[in-house]
């Protein structure tokens, strides 16, 4: 064996190697990398939840359909300070108590419950609204955008 065809084949099993151990899931992690914050499949199942009952799908695709609850994970992740993250950790872990069955009613009463300036909430509901409105769906369809400066009509008569 020459070395060329040692190093090949080195190589080769590495990127197995490298390949299966990323492949290797336990199932009980997030469906994205978060880095600052620790979420289960279950807690992002019960964050969909909690985003598809703010936003309900009605003749436009509610929560879940626009992927928000990805959004509200990665903003929390990325944006939030490290004092709100545990706090978000928290309130979701409390309410992964307090709901056993996610039904839709249980949900709302859940969410009207809780005090307007629970740090949960806040955080919750504004990554929600704020990953609806800069979705695709409602940039496409529920927003009309006109490129600056606008359209040009010269041909416009003045009163004077």
């Known amino acids: 064996m020459n070395r ?3 190093i090949k084949q080195l190589f080769v099993v590495a990127g ?6 990323s492949c290797a899931g336990d199932g009980q992690s997030t469906s994205i990398v978060l880095t600052n914050i620790k979420l289960s499949a279950t807690d992002e199942k019960l964050l969909g939840d909690f985003v598809e009952a703010i936003i309900p799908a009605s003749d436009s695709p509610g929560g879940n359909a626009l992927n928000l609850h990805l959004f509200v994970m990665k903003m929390v992740d990325d944006c939030q300070t490290k004092e709100e993250q545990k706090a978000f950790i928290e309130g979701l872990k409390q309410a992964a108590d307090s709901l056993k069955k ?3 009613k249980a949900i709302l009463d859940y969410l ?3 005090p307007k300036e629970d740090v949960f909430f806040k955080i919750l509901k504004r990554r929600t609204v704020q990953g609806y409105l800069n979705s695709e769906y409602v940039m496409k369809n529920k927003l009309i955008y006109e490129l600056v400066p606008g359209r040009y009509d010269g041909a416009v008569k003045v009163n004077v």
């Open 112 to 114: 009207n419950g809780l």
């Open 102 to 104: 996610a039904d839709q």
């Open 4 to 6: 060329r065809t040692a």
């Open 16 to 21: 197995g190697i490298m390949i299966a151990t």
